[in-house]
């Protein structure tokens, strides 16, 4: 009895050192956030006032009641995100499902010729992508990010590796049912992907929520912009306000720190089942 | 995986149907369009640009065909090499940082602590943030004379505080920092996975035979953990050779290039300078880099396993 006791006293123990650790760890929030509802004067005091004693609004009505649009940037944020996830969900769902699960000539090809796009680095695609855009006057367009973004290789190879794992025996059983090969797609086997469904889509908001350098070289008017460049912008236009920067912060962060702490499972099985970032 | 498992109904080297095969197209056809028009044409496209002395403010007029000039320039390009080799600093620090790190907080996180899905959240919360907000947040932090580091810093008494990202001495390790602070919770995460599939008996076996928790560490979990650590090391090299936000909102590859990487390089080239044909042969050499590496982690990998 007495054993049991010190080994829990021991996991208490850890767990607490750990919390501490996990506070450390997320340190550069917790300042971001306190520092947010303070005046520009009392920022930077020693030692740091991690609770002010006073809360400021004057840095979140700066952000976004001020000349920068915050909510605009939302909404091209929103906008932009929801239609790349959505376009990437269907188009991977559909081509892995066809090559898991249909026959056609030249399908081990193609797959060959998707997979090793896999090794490409985006660097490369990104100056003939704004090339490419810039002839067909999508510069400046939410089109020009959310066009490509709507097709996923990575996401492709997900949903056909999940897809193989469904038995061959169901889609036949739906033929003899008299099912077609749509319907056998969307009503027998789709519902049956959810699992890797909510990987991908976690995968992509994440991506596309956080991409900086596409619509870095693609959006040129303000008020175009999404939430990671307005903040940078913010940032360049007001180099010394750093209390109204940390609110801008808070305010691009804040979204997908709840996601996260609602959907954490999920966040956890998306980012391990893919074991690659983007 | 057997590659061809899971690719014919029914198992037999049988045609579709022609219904089956027009549906195969089908399904395949949006994705298809997409991947052509925004992978293999640009692709095709950035090859092509690297024989292309292109000074795109003069638009399709500003193009040269200048065969092998390119490379040709780049090899003899000290600002190429500069970046290069801060490039190799960055991954070469960065990546076993955040692989040691993750791995001692996934041990400890896998088996001995209470909440152990709520503390996780707390480790993987930077990866998953938009890492140009989270290089603001740090940028104001890294502030020489008034941010916390420093100040903190100064509190235990250092009087010659690093001067971070105004500072070609500290730039980039102060970047470093932050990037594999991002990266722990990947890491973290992956080893959690792969923690999972170590036979628990093993340690119990182990135990039995007197084998402290430190030796089990380096006897049992350290091997077993081998091809979760491939699977990270690669992942990571890939992309943290290809950093951006982080250069391009803290230091701007400044100062005096401390932090130019080959990524921001090529952005150089392509939007301040707008040679466009330069700017693809820097992303080529960044790709070839990282293919090479790549293919030697294959190389050592299937070494490892042959001798174990």
């Known amino acids: ?86 376009g990437t969900l269907a188009t991977s769902a559909m081509a ?91 009503q027998v086997c789709l519902p049956l992907t959810k699992p890797a469904l909510v990987s991908l889509l976690i995968l992509s908001f994440t991506w596309h929520w956080n991409e900086y350098e596409m619509p870095l070289i693609l959006l040129r008017s303000n008020e175009r912009y999404t939430l990671p460049l307005a903040l940078t912008n913010f940032v360049d236009e007001n180099t010394t306000n750093y209390t109204a920067i940390m609110a801008a912060s808070v305010s691009a962060l804040l979204p997908l720190i709840v996601l996260v702490a609602i959907f954490q499972r999920w966040f956890v099985e998306g980012i391990v089942s893919s074991g690659v970032k983007g | 995986m057997n590659e061809r498992s899971g690719l014919l109904v029914g198992g037999g080297k049988i045609k579709g149907s022609h219904r089956e095969q027009m549906a195969g197209y089908l399904f395949i056809l949006p994705n298809f369009l997409g991947v052509a028009v925004f992978i293999l044409f640009p692709l095709a496209l950035s090859f092509a640009m690297v024989f292309m002395d292109w000074n795109y403010l003069r638009g399709m007029d500003g193009i040269e065909w200048v065969g092998l000039d390119n490379i040709a320039k780049l090899v003899r390009d000290d600002y190429f090499w500069i970046s290069l080799r801060n490039n190799v600093v960055f991954t070469g620090v960065t990546v076993p940082a955040a692989m040691i790190f993750g791995l001692v907080v996934a041990v400890v996180l896998n088996s001995q602590v209470y909440f152990k899905n709520f503390l996780r959240v707390l480790f993987f919360l930077p990866y998953v943030s938009s890492i140009a907000a989270i290089s603001v947040v740090w940028s104001v932090m890294y502030n020489p ?17 690093p001067g971070w990202l105004a500072s070609k001495d500290w730039a980039l390790t102060a970047i470093i920092i932050m990037v594999a602070w991002i990266y722990t919770g990947y890491t973290m995460l992956l080893y959690m996975a792969g923690l999972q599939g170590i036979p628990k ?99 050592i990998q299937k070494k490892w396993q042959d001798e174990f």
Request: proline fraction near 4%; glycine fraction near 6%; aromatic fraction near 16%.
């Open chain 1, 96 to 186: 892995g499902f066809a090559f898991a699960k249909l026959r056609f000539k030249g399908k081990d090809a193609l797959f060959l010729i998707y997979l090793s796009t896999m090794i490409i680095p985006a660097q490369i695609l990104l100056v003939p992508r704004f090339v490419l855009f810039d002839r067909l006057h999508l510069v400046d367009s939410h089109w020009a990010i959310i066009l490509p973004g709507m097709f996923s290789v990575l996401g492709t190879f997900i949903m056909r590796q999940f897809f193989s794992t469904l038995p061959n025996e169901l889609l036949e059983a739906a033929k003899v049912d008299g099912a077609g090969i749509f319907r056998t797609f969307w």
């Open chain 2, 201 to 299: 008996d093993l340690y119990e076996a182990a135990s039995i035979d007197g084998a402290s928790r430190l030796r089990q560490f380096f006897s049992i979990t350290i091997p077993r953990l081998k091809p979760t650590s491939f699977l990270i090391a690669v992942t990571l090299i890939i992309s943290t050779f290809q950093v951006f936000a982080a250069v391009a909102v803290m230091t701007k590859g400044g100062p005096v290039n401390a932090t130019m990487v080959l990524s921001y390089y090529m952005y150089v080239q392509a939007f301040q300078f707008h040679k466009v044909g330069y700017a693809a042969t820097v992303s080529w050499a960044l790709f070839l880099i990282i293919f090479a590496v790549t293919i030697a982690q294959w190389k």
């Open chain 1, 1 to 86: 009895m007495s054993r049991m006791i010190r080994l829990q006293a021991l996991r208490w123990m850890l767990t607490a050192v750990f919390a501490c650790l996990g506070v450390i760890m997320i340190l550069p929030f917790l300042w971001m956030t306190s520092s947010s509802f303070k005046l520009p004067s009392e920022m930077f005091r020693t030692p740091i006032d991690w609770i002010p004693d006073r809360f400021y609004f004057d840095s979140y009505k700066e952000v976004w009641l001020g000349k920068y649009p915050f909510a605009l940037y939302y909404w091209n944020s929103i906008k932009i995100t929801a239609l790349t996830v959505l």
């Open chain 2, 145 to 161: 004379s008034q941010g916390p580091i420093n100040q903190f810093l100064r509190g235990l008494g250092i009087e010659n505080v």
